[in-house]
């Protein structure tokens, strides 16, 4: 990781419009209040930073001339500006009508440990004309992710295998692997892992914007990004301009809860599916009624319980199907196609392997690029997850390893398909303690919410939940709607609400409910198998993420 000690800087004087900007806040102070902080604080960032000019330069050979990139500088320690900095990697294509355009638009595709530096060109290729226009669009990778210093603990593959089923014989070994993964991060990166925090970020954001002379920025964040986006306007309310938190994240549930939701989430998306399948029995034979569907499900998963399925020399496991299915369920359609060609497999017979792709794992493999495999650490995004997810709230995450034991057997009974998996044991039982308080998200910012009702990462309530604590907020409900990240979509109703919001800041007057279209849950089915969101052009390496 590249880090640097900045001299000494002479004093400069600072705009009003810059001044509050840098802020280091306290967690729960109120939004009025969140802008203010120690002078010396923020005059220390601003002397430091502020005044950086980007050299913009073509991202690489193979992009297009308008897609440029420019590395700009950030402190590790906002407590301490004049300590140690890291490098941010930037990206940026300019608005089409310099006359019409507004400002910047910034985007995160989720994580934690997403890289966001070709957002821009996701972004360009997704949204209308009449959007372009209006904003240059910004990308980055935030810190200690991608090109941003990337942090590694020099994990193997097997440490980087982290949602693991409860096994009375093999719990002693989970416990000691997530020691073990804390105790190499510690080893490799513990000076600087403590800063890479969903705080952090929100600031780097608002150097970003004081950098390209901007009083404010337009956002559009999905899933982790909804957090990062909420934390933005908690702690710089009058920064945040149009936002949109897209697949949202509760924040009173960063982070062990948010992983348990998926458990949660998972048990009435399975119930939607046996009656779905069980409507469709001639076409998928796994029943005639959802206790039937049920039982066949159940029956495989005690079947590879007992002596795995081989497919084309690949075991899977009664684990491997409760977790496939865990995604899997949420597109009812998706589901019964694995499972019928599952149920083929464990009677000897011919089975698609694209049909058994949920059980598998052997979809798209989301690899990064040769330059960013050369420049990565390749365990870059399980160490920068770690570092938010354990880091940004330490106070979610008990000590004591056999709390997590009783959590796990507890939550299985309750959540058969994944509770275990959800309520294991993570590294963050032993992680250090958090540098600063998780942000309590409580403002009345402008924002819009959007999110599909079937979402395996981000269930309906969660983004409920957000849409709550941020009391000016509008939420735009796809009733039916399947996948993971909604806007763009091609559903008339949910784009027109989101680029109507980006092009005029009008909010809607009430919440929105839109229906699903086929051709829109179409289009997620296609995302989720690429395991890639709207807007971003390069898939995620791991669909475990936010």
Known sequence: MRRRRLAPLLAVSVTATLAPALAIPTATAAPAATSAASPSAAEGVLDRYAKQRPQWKRCGADTPAEFECATIEVPLDYRAPGGDRIELAISRIKSTAPDKRRGVLLSNPGGPGGQGLYMPLGMQENLPESARQKYDLIGFDPRGVGRSSPVTCGLTPEEEDWLRPYKKDTFGKDVAWARGVADKCREKAGDTLPHITTRNTARDMDLLRAILGEKRISYVGYSYGTYLGAVYTQLFPGRADRFVLDSAVDPARAWRGMIQWWAEGAEPAFDRWTEWAAGRSEKYDLGDTPKEVDRTFWDLVARADERPIEFE??????????????????????????????????????????????????????????????????????????????????????????????????????????????SGIKPCAFWDRSVEPATKVDNKVGSLVVQNEWDSQTPLPSAQALHAVLKRSRMVTVLGGEGHGVYPNGNACTDGAV????????????????????????????NRKRDVLPGSPLPERAPGRF
């Open 313 to 422: 020399g690949q075991p899977i496991t009664g684990d491997d199907i409760r977790s496939g299915m865990r995604q899997a369920v949420f597109s009812p359609e998706f589901a019964s196609e694995g499972m019928a060609e599952l149920k083929k497999a464990a009677a000897g017979k011919p089975a698609s392997a694209k049909g058994l792709e949920a059980f598998t794992g052997s979809g798209g493999t989301g690899e990064a690029d040769a330059a960013d495999a050369a420049e990565v650490p390749s365990d870059n995004m399980t160490a920068s997850f770690w570092a938010v997810v354990c880091g940004d709230n330490s106070a979610a995450w008990s000590r004591d390893p056999e709390s997590y034991r009783r959590d796990a057997i507890a939550d299985k009974a309750r959540y058969p398909l994944y509770g275990d998996f959800a």
């Open 499 to 526: 680029t109507g919001y980006l092009l005029t800041g009008r909010l809607p007057v009430k919440d929105v409910i839109c229906k699903a279209t086929a051709g829109s849950n179409a289009e997620a089915r296609k």
